[in-house]
T-cell receptor, first 113, second 115 residues
Framework: DAKTTQPNSMESNEEEPVHLPCNHSTISGTDYIHWYRQLPSQGPEYVIH???SNVNNRMASLAIAEDRKSSTLILHRATLRDAAVYYC??????????????FGTGTRLTIIP | GAGVSQSPSNKVTEKGKDVELRCDPI?????LYWYRQRLGQGLEFLIYFQGNSAPDKSGLPSDRFSAERTGESVSTLTIQRTQQEDSAVYLC?????????????FGEGSRLTVL
């Protein structure tokens, strides 16, 4: 299975943009890039996903490198509520029925007031 | 309910006892996943159900662990003869669409403590 690599932790000041990187150098052509986040004492929640083009939604933006070997989750204006563990995962479009979806340890984002 | 519901939210048991953890997925969601999360760790895949297909049990750590799902509804994760290393939060997620684009909806988890 293709793996992802993320920094263990990051800090950011409140109301500033945050760029969370993810490396996935062994990504295949049928892998989607998904991001989830886990707030303290909660289950993970979906943030955003993409395949090749950059994506925007109400929560965040996803910038995908042209070679797709890395991506960056962008929180445009961090708030204290964005403090969470952020997971970058790959999901294979053609591999249904084998959805092991390994989440790894993610990036723990701390927001400084 | 509107989301994935898990019960119990907290369970304390003695080593050697059996426990059952329940997951009620969102109605109509065909895919259901169980994960284990030890303190300070990431999510460890346990098992995956998709419709009427045979479940992917490859993540179950030992034969003490088993899971069932009735059709496309409730799932039960059973841990027999619990050990202290089984202490963790057990998370359930469901998805409307299998495959790469389906968003996973997670429950809040069942925290298991084995004394």
């Amino acid at each position: 299975d293709a793996k992802t690599t993320q920094p263990n932790s990051m800090e950011s000041n409140e109301e500033e943009p945050v760029h969370l990187p993810c490396n996935h150098s062994t990504i295949s052509g049928t892998d989607y890039i998904h991001w989830y986040r886990q707030l303290p004492s909660q289950g993970p929640e979906y943030v955003i996903h993409g395949l090749t083009s950059n994506v925007n939604n109400r929560m965040a933006s996803l910038a995908i490198a042209e070679d797709r070997k890395s991506s960056t989750l962008i929180l445009h204006r961090a708030t204290l509520r964005d403090a969470a563990v952020y997971y970058c995962i790959l999901r294979d479009l053609t591999n249904f029925g084998n959805e092991k979806l390994t989440f790894g340890t993610g990036t723990r984002l701390t927001i400084i007031p | 309910g509107a989301g994935v519901s898990q019960s119990p939210s907290n369970k304390v048991t003695e080593k050697g006892k059996d426990v059952e953890l329940r997951c009620d997925p969102i109605s109509g969601h065909t895919a259901l996943y169980w994960y284990r999360q030890r303190l300070g760790q990431g999510l460890e895949f346990l098992i995956y159900f998709q419709g009427n297909s045979a479940p992917d049990k490859s993540g179950l750590p030992s034969d003490r662990f088993s899971a069932e799902r009735t059709g496309e509804s409730v799932s039960t994760l059973t841990i027999q003869r619990t050990q202290q290393e089984d202490s963790a939060v057990y998370l359930c997620a469901s998805s409307l669409v299998w495959g790469a684009t389906g968003e996973l909806f997670f429950g809040e988890g069942s925290r298991l403590t084995v004394l």
